[in-house]
């Protein structure tokens, strides 16, 4: 993927888009747990070999810092559900906006990735023992 179209200082926000977006997967009242930022920072480091080619160098680069600026972030977000969510969406736009200049095919590229760092962060605390038991989704019962 061709980063060109975009500044240094835009480029590191978009370094943090996988935080911001693990982050408010795992919004909870209370902050993420270490279930929770384990699993994303596990994640990132899995992104770095198992991306989408494109996004090679992105995750590579995400993944140098991946754990402190998610600590970094947690710890100045505001606290509370619904501050926190607010604080997130807002800096998700502007990263929405510096996406948007790498084109249609790129940033839906970057957007099925970034769906799957939500999915994956959201069921940081799915059971195992369902996933033995039920290893199929059966609806109302699994909910995957």
Do not use: W
Request: hydrophobic share 40%.
């Amino acid at each position: 993927m061709d980063f060109k179209n975009i500044n240094t200082r835009d480029y590191e926000l978009l370094l943090k888009f996988p935080a911001y977006v693990s982050l408010l997967a795992a919004n909870t009242p209370e902050k993420p747990d270490k279930v929770e930022k384990l699993s994303a920072v596990e994640f990132a480091h899995v992104k770095t070999y198992s991306c989408d080619p494109e996004l090679a160098d992105f995750y590579r680069d995400v993944n140098k810092s991946f754990e402190s600026t998610l600590n970094e972030l947690d710890q100045t977000l505001p606290t509370g559900k619904v501050n926190r969510e607010a604080a997130i969406k807002a800096q998700l736009a502007k990263i929405e906006k510096i996406a948007s200049r790498l084109g249609v095919e790129n940033a839906d590229i970057l957007h099925r990735s970034m769906k799957s760092f939500k999915d994956h962060v959201s069921k940081a605390h799915h059971n195992i023992l369902m996933d033995f038991l039920f290893p199929l989704s059966i609806p109302g019962l699994t909910d995957r």
